[in-house]
């Protein structure tokens, strides 16, 4: 497709303006600008949390980069959904970028960042339950209404919903398993229950996508049931994997934190086993 005016690339029904690499420009600007902290860090950085980090952002340039190149097809729209809003805000998550942050920046900084961390509208929003619905219920609103198609006329909005599900998925994950601060994070039996509801709500809407591929999303004028179809199950399936990580991050993560809290024994009251034998 040519039009007039800068670059253009299409993508999922509409005409995205500027050059196709223009997308990865901030998941290489996050991936650089993280290991120059990285390596800045006088008491050494954890290599993992490295990894994890460069991991998300591999992730997400997969997501905007080849299969943001295919054409209109909705289960790379899917696959899309799934690294942007599941995968990678994980191992963004586990890279503690905050933690990173907090450790390099001058006090005037820490202490905005202190700030934020105790505000009030970031504890409603970063709550498990309210990220729950921003996450999940989000993916909702873009399936059962018209603005999965609009999303497919209109390349701003297309990539908004984009941003929406990386912040969505990366407020989801830290809110459950993140290393970074997080004062008032309510408990394990909360933050289990809001993994749960959204793991059954992604399976539903699945389900129902699949149920009803004929006619969702709405405002499509000529919708491809088969594809949707398997999309439908491409989430099912790929929800599920990405849900299971987050489980494993989140017990993790909980047991990290107990081992912390809770030292087993004094090593003065450790008593040999040889000489316990010997004792009368």
């Avoid at 999940?136 to 701003?156: I, K, N, Q």
């Avoid at 591929?213 to 499509?220: F, I, K, R």
Wanted: aromatic share 6%; with cysteine.
């Amino acid at each position: 497709m040519t039009v007039a005016g800068p670059p253009a690339f299409a993508h999922g029904g509409h005409v995205a303006e500027g050059p196709s690499w223009f997308p990865l420009l901030p998941v290489v600007l996050l991936a650089v600008g993280y290991l120059l902290a990285a390596v800045r860090d006088p008491r050494g950085w954890d290599h993992r949390r490295t990894a994890a980090w460069l991991v998300g952002c591999a992730l997400l340039a997969v997501a905007v980069g080849p299969l943001g190149q295919l054409p209109d097809d909705p289960r790379g729209h899917m696959a899309q959904h799934l690294l942007l809003g599941m995968l990678a805000p994980l191992g963004l998550v586990l890279g503690a970028p905050v933690t990173l942050l907090l450790r390099l920046a001058p006090p005037p900084v820490r202490r905005v960042v202190g700030r934020l961390l105790r505000a009030r509208p970031l504890h409603l929003i970063a709550h498990p339950v309210t990220a729950a619905l921003l996450s999940t219920g989000g993916l909702a609103l873009v399936l059962l209404t018209p603005l999965y198609a609009a999303a497919e006329r209109h390349s701003a909005l297309h990539h908004a919903l984009h941003l929406h599900y990386v912040a969505a998925g990366y407020l989801f994950a830290w809110s459950l398993a993140g290393p970074d601060p997080a004062p008032r994070r309510p408990g394990l039996a909360v933050r289990v229950g809001a993994l749960l509801g959204a793991a059954a709500g992604h399976a539903v809407l699945a389900k129902y996508l699949y149920a009803n591929a004929e006619t969702l999303p709405p405002g499509l004028t000529d919708p491809d049931a088969s594809a949707f179809r398997s999309a439908a199950q491409l989430m099912y399936y790929g929800g599920d994997v990405a849900e299971l990580l987050l489980a494993i991050a989140l017990f993790a993560s909980w047991y990290r934190r107990r081992a912390r809290r809770c030292p087993t024994r004094a090593p003065g009251l450790i008593r040999p086993v040889a000489a316990e034998k010997a004792a009368p």
